[in-house]
């Protein structure tokens, strides 16, 4: 290969300015060529050939002073003219159409003492007065319209085919940004196991090397910081069990009540942040079974019988099955009515399920004291709240509701929420009927 086309290879941008090149120079060439033979008939129209010129004092004598109309409608028909003949009493034509109007008709040049060229429509005709007559020739229709057309459309024709070989070539050298946008589009949604094949070594191939190695370092990194944080976990439970078990040898008092209290904070959130690292890993596999949903909500429901605000439940009558994981989906009803509770001032909670398009939509209302919408893009990030002094009457650590998507989303549902500030808050799940299988994936790739 020389080092021309190794070049060409090699630069996209190059290919680029080359079919973008042979494009030009088409059109060019074809609207060349086009107007060249447009001026061509052109000419040819609006000239009278050097037969008739050299020749029309023959063609006269044919006809004759008086004029033999049988020869004139000979040489008429011979010479694929129209003759018209002329005099105070007659007036005569091969011709009945009689295409141009001789009478408008102007002087242009002298070919004999009675002969000269007149001009009408930029077209010349031969007009010779002998014997009392005048005699007019000219062409006897425009053939030359119907090439101008035929010339036009050919023209456009081939300028058509180029513009879509054009088309067609850089849409298959642009291929491979289809591939990109497509592994991006896997990798932001969490699948940093996808690479994007491709075995291209111009631009885009070292773009796709670049969102590969893009891919590696994040896909290490996340890597790394999960099993630090999930080490972490693991370490200090050996150190808060055995806080437990000399906290029981303690004699009771206020202080042993709040130190217990504050382990078991501090427990809990150990188990949020193994769990929300478990349903975040793309491994991560659920425990489904079958669950008749409204009444699996009802039962969870019934727990909190002692709020004093009130659980305002809605449930439909036609109860359905779906394929869930019930103990993490347990957890996502209870973190949502907890947090209801917590910020809920003691006023009534609205629980309320519904089915529709094989999709199960659960609502959990509250009219408490709400979120203030700058805060609600981030409200269901990790260790984010809304109350920044992160006080304990506050409750949580800013796990609760990023564990609630989280299970949402590995059962192929989605969380939403909306909250206004003094209003309350309106969180709504939806899971569908069986969360999503790993063939989804596979199909995913054969795309490719």
Same mark, same amino acid.
Request: net charge negative; hydrophobic share 40%.
């Given at each position: 290969?020389?080092?021309?086309? !190794?070049?060409?290879?090699?630069?996209?941008?190059?290919?680029?300015?080359?079919? /973008?090149?042979?494009?030009?120079?088409?059109?060019?060439? &074809?609207? #060349?060529?086009?107007? !060249?033979?447009?001026?061509?008939?052109?000419?040819? $129209?609006?000239?009278?050939?050097?037969? /008739?010129?050299?020749?029309?004092?023959?063609?006269?004598?044919?006809? +004759?002073?008086?004029?033999?109309?049988?020869? =004139?409608?000979?040489?008429?028909?011979?010479?694929?003219?129209?003759?018209?003949?002329?005099?105070?009493?007659?007036?005569?034509?091969?011709?009945?159409?009689?295409?141009?109007?001789?009478?408008?008709?102007?002087?242009?040049?002298?070919?004999?003492?009675?002969?000269?060229?007149?001009?009408?429509?930029?077209?010349? &005709?031969?007009?010779?007065?002998?014997?009392?007559?005048?005699?007019?020739?000219?062409?006897?229709?425009?053939?030359?319209?119907? $090439?101008?057309?035929?010339?036009?459309?050919?023209?456009?024709?081939?300028?058509?085919?180029?513009?879509?070989?054009?088309? /067609?070539?850089?849409?298959?050298?642009?291929?491979?940004?289809?591939?990109?946008?497509? +592994?991006?589009?896997?990798?932001?949604?969490?699948?940093?196991?996808?690479?994007?094949? #491709?075995?291209?070594?111009?631009?885009?191939?070292?773009?796709?090397?670049?969102?590969?190695?893009?891919?590696?370092?994040?896909?290490?990194?996340?890597?790394?910081?999960?099993? @630090? *944080?999930?080490?972490?976990?693991?370490?200090?439970?050996?150190?808060?069990?055995?806080?437990?078990?000399?906290?029981?040898?303690?004699?009771?008092?206020?202080?042993?009540?709040?130190?217990?209290?504050?382990?078991?904070?501090?427990?809990?959130?150990?188990?949020?942040?193994?769990?929300?690292?478990? *349903?975040?890993?793309?491994?991560?596999?659920?425990?489904?079974?079958?669950?008749?949903? =409204?009444?699996?909500?009802?039962?969870?429901?019934?727990?909190?019988?002692?709020?004093?605000?009130?659980?305002?439940? #809605?449930?439909?009558? !036609?109860?359905?099955? /779906?394929?869930?994981?019930?103990?993490?989906?347990?957890?996502?009803?209870?973190?949502?009515?907890?947090?209801?509770?917590?910020?809920?001032?003691?006023?009534?909670?609205?629980?309320?399920?519904?089915?529709?398009?094989?999709?199960?939509?659960?609502?959990?209302?509250?009219?408490?004291? +709400?979120?203030?919408?700058?805060? @609600?893009?981030?409200?269901?990030?990790?260790?984010?709240?809304?109350?920044?002094?992160?006080?304990?009457?506050? +409750?949580?650590?800013?796990?609760?509701?990023?564990?609630?998507? *989280? $299970?949402?989303?590995?059962?192929?549902?989605?969380?939403?929420?909306?909250?206004?500030?003094?209003?309350?808050?309106?969180?709504?799940?939806?899971?569908?009927?069986?969360?999503?299988?790993?063939?989804?994936?596979?199909?995913?790739?054969?795309?490719?």
């Amino acid at each position: 290969m020389t080092p021309l086309l !190794q070049h060409v290879k090699r630069s996209l941008f190059l290919r680029l300015l080359l079919i /973008f090149g042979f494009t030009v120079i088409c059109f060019f060439l &074809i609207i #060349s060529i086009s107007l !060249q033979t447009l001026n061509e008939d052109s000419g040819a $129209i609006e000239t009278i050939p050097d037969f /008739f010129t050299r020749n029309v004092e023959s063609i006269i004598e044919d006809i +004759g002073t008086p004029p033999n109309l049988s020869n =004139a409608m000979r040489l008429a028909e011979e010479l694929d003219w129209t003759i018209n003949i002329r005099n105070p009493i007659m007036r005569w034509s091969s011709d009945p159409d009689n295409r141009l109007d001789v009478d408008s008709s102007t002087y242009n040049r002298t070919l004999t003492n009675d002969a000269e060229v007149r001009t009408i429509d930029s077209e010349d &005709i031969i007009m010779v007065r002998r014997g009392g007559y005048d005699f007019y020739m000219y062409q006897r229709s425009r053939i030359e319209d119907t $090439i101008n057309y035929v010339v036009l459309y050919v023209g456009m024709a081939l300028a058509a085919i180029v513009l879509f070989l054009n088309y /067609f070539m850089v849409n298959k050298l642009l291929d491979p940004v289809r591939l990109l946008r497509r +592994g991006a589009e896997r990798i932001r949604r969490g699948d940093l196991s996808f690479r994007v094949k #491709s075995n291209r070594q111009d631009e885009l191939g070292e773009l796709t090397e670049s969102i590969n190695h893009m891919a590696d370092s994040l896909q290490s990194m996340l890597e790394a910081k999960r099993q @630090l *944080l999930l080490a972490i976990s693991h370490e200090l439970r050996t150190p808060i069990t055995k806080a437990k078990l000399r906290m029981e040898f303690m004699p009771d008092s206020e202080e042993k009540e709040q130190l217990k209290e504050d382990i078991s904070e501090i427990d809990l959130l150990i188990s949020d942040l193994i769990e929300a690292e478990r *349903l975040n890993n793309e491994h991560a596999v659920l425990t489904e079974e079958w669950v008749h949903f =409204a009444e699996f909500v009802e039962g969870i429901c019934a727990t909190y019988q002692e709020y004093e605000g009130g659980i305002k439940l #809605s449930i439909p009558e !036609q109860d359905q099955e /779906f394929e869930i994981d019930r103990l993490r989906v347990r957890l996502l009803i209870t973190n949502l009515i907890n947090n209801a509770i917590r910020h809920g001032e003691n006023n009534p909670i609205t629980v309320r399920v519904n089915f529709r398009n094989e999709q199960a939509k659960l609502e959990v209302i509250d009219e408490g004291e +709400g979120i203030a919408a700058e805060h @609600l893009p981030q409200i269901g990030e990790p260790f984010y709240r809304a109350d920044s002094s992160r006080q304990r009457n506050t +409750g949580g650590f800013g796990l609760g509701l990023y564990l609630c998507r *989280l $299970i949402a989303q590995a059962h192929g549902g989605e969380l939403a929420i909306e909250s206004e500030l003094g209003k309350g808050t309106h969180i709504t799940v939806t899971l569908p009927r069986h969360p999503p299988r790993l063939e989804s994936d596979n199909e995913a790739d054969a795309d490719q």
